[in-house]
């Protein structure tokens, strides 16, 4: 019993340890791929060679370049590992020290050196950084602020694997390779978009999609492996392949990439493309609800049991949300004075739809018309027509609109175009879903499947 309390309380702990520092050590085969992916040709040429991995934790993956190519790895004339602990560092010291292995104990985005490297290898961590309990990386505001002004792709909540993206890319040399496994959602979500252009002018990026089970069950994450080359010469050329476990195949490759989301397509997802003249984003400006940390701090949100005066909505969320009806009760008790709801969101007051990006997996995607006009948070997001359409002509009402995005067809084209990338859809996903005219919807309905557009 006291032997089972301590070896829960240690796994606890080191649960905890490598949590705090974004710690996710990468599955053996994972690293053996990641180092066969590493262009051996360009380097035998070279005379001086130089490796690094950041944030190393253990080393695996100079380990793991020792153990695959031995000869290049004994003729390489630096290598270096980083990481900010220290202590991780000194387990992998006694293998690699007496091959030349540099240690040094430094927060990477801050690392000052003079070496560019021809191969920066790894597994950063990944995380938001910030003070608070609610994200997993600690990182005080001082730290923050230094790492915003030493990187130039910092935007919005930038997470701490873009950061290390862009500082490595400065760290490579001309022609040097960067091999790294990150979240895809560098891929898609505006937070990178800077990060994309960054890449996109920088070199040449292949992305190869490894979907969410390479880190199960220590973290349900869809993970991509960046490959980039940087070369004056090749930028702007994208590939997109997708590692299914055993083998890669090309998605798609353009020569004019500067910095697009990346999205997957099919068939079907470009046949719905072709059918709609119109993109949401054409139509709509697509809104977020309260977030649910500013629920406890906003003074017109009140906490009680029971409001029964009419005077006061019920703050409404995703679980008030079905296909085709929303809820009008209180889930979680959050109240606001009906006259004030226009002070937490201007646009709460109005008529509008709303649209609830369901949980991977088990739940979908949902719209509905809140026609009360009540005050939402969480994962809802709000969909307000646009007084000037530039010209475009839009007739569909909105009961068709709710219709439409609650259909099989949506459901498919978003699983199909965005994958598992993220865990909630954002606001740039839901600008880009298709949005058809009446007279489209028309075509749709007469050349597709019933069952598509109304399941
Ligand atoms: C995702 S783990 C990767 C571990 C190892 N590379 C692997 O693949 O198993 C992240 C590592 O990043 C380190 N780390 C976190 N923040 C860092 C920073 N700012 N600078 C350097 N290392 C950092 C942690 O100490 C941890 O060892």
């Not at 915003?148 to 290390?164: D, E, P």
């Not at 697009?260 to 400006?285: H, T, W």
Request: glycine share 6%; hydrophobic share 35%; with cysteine.
């Amino acid at each position: 019993m006291e032997y089972n309390k301590t070896v829960r309380g240690k796994y606890n702990n080191e649960r905890a340890i490598r949590k705090e520092n974004g710690v996710f050590f990468t599955p053996p085969w994972v690293v053996d791929y990641m180092i066969s992916l590493i262009d051996e040709q360009h380097l035998t040429s070279k005379e001086r060679l130089s490796i690094l991995e950041p944030a190393a934790g253990m080393c695996q993956f100079l380990s793991g370049f020792k153990k695959n190519k031995p000869q290049l790895f004994q003729r390489a004339s630096k290598k270096v590992a980083v990481d900010i602990n220290g202590e991780l560092l000194n387990r992998a010291r006694e293998e690699l020290v007496l091959y030349g292995v540099e240690f040094v104990c430094a927060d990477y985005i801050l690392w000052n050196t003079e070496d560019r490297f021809d191969v920066i290898i790894g597994n950063p961590p990944y995380g938001i950084p910030s003070q608070s309990h609610h994200y997993p990386i600690r990182v005080d505001n001082q730290t923050k602020e230094r790492y915003k002004q030493t990187l130039t792709t910092w935007y919005g909540k930038y997470n701490m694997y873009g950061a290390f993206i862009e500082k490595s890319v400065n760290l490579l040399k001309d022609g040097g390779q960067l091999i790294f496994i990150v979240p895809s959602t560098f891929m898609i979500l505006d937070e990178y978009r800077k990060l994309r252009t960054f890449l996109a002018s920088a070199g040449e990026t292949t992305i190869i999609y490894m979907g969410k089970n390479v880190f199960r069950p220590d973290a349900d994450v869809a993970t991509a492996i960046l490959n980039f080359k940087k070369d004056s010469h090749a930028r702007h050329r994208l590939r997109l392949l997708e590692h299914n476990g055993e083998e890669k195949k090309l998605i798609s490759e353009r020569q004019d990439w500067t910095g697009q989301p990346v999205l997957f397509a099919s068939e079907f997802s470009k046949a719905l493309e072709q059918y709609c003249s119109l993109r949401i984003g054409d139509v709509y400006s697509v809104h977020i609800s309260l977030r649910t940390p500013e629920v406890r701090t906003n003074p017109h949100v009140l906490k009680r049991a029971s409001v029964d005066s009419d005077d006061f909505l019920p703050l409404l969320n995703s679980k008030n949300l079905n296909p085709g009806r929303v809820d009008y009760v209180s889930t979680h008790g959050y109240w606001v004075k009906a006259n004030n709801i226009s002070k937490l969101r201007p646009f709460f007051s109005e008529p509008r739809i709303v649209m609830g990006m369901g949980f991977r997996g088990t739940r979908n995607i949902a719209a509905a018309y809140d026609y009360k006009a009540y005050p939402w948070y969480g994962e809802v997001y709000h969909l307000l027509i646009k007084q000037d359409l530039f010209g475009r002509s839009f007739d569909l009402e909105e009961e068709d609109v709710v219709n439409f995005l609650n259909s099989g067809l949506v459901k498919r084209y978003i699983k199909e175009t965005f994958r598992e990338i993220t865990y909630h859809l954002s606001v740039s996903q839901i600008k880009h879903i298709p949005l058809p005219t009446k007279k489209e919807l028309e075509n749709i309905r007469r050349d597709l499947n019933d069952a598509q557009l109304d399941s």
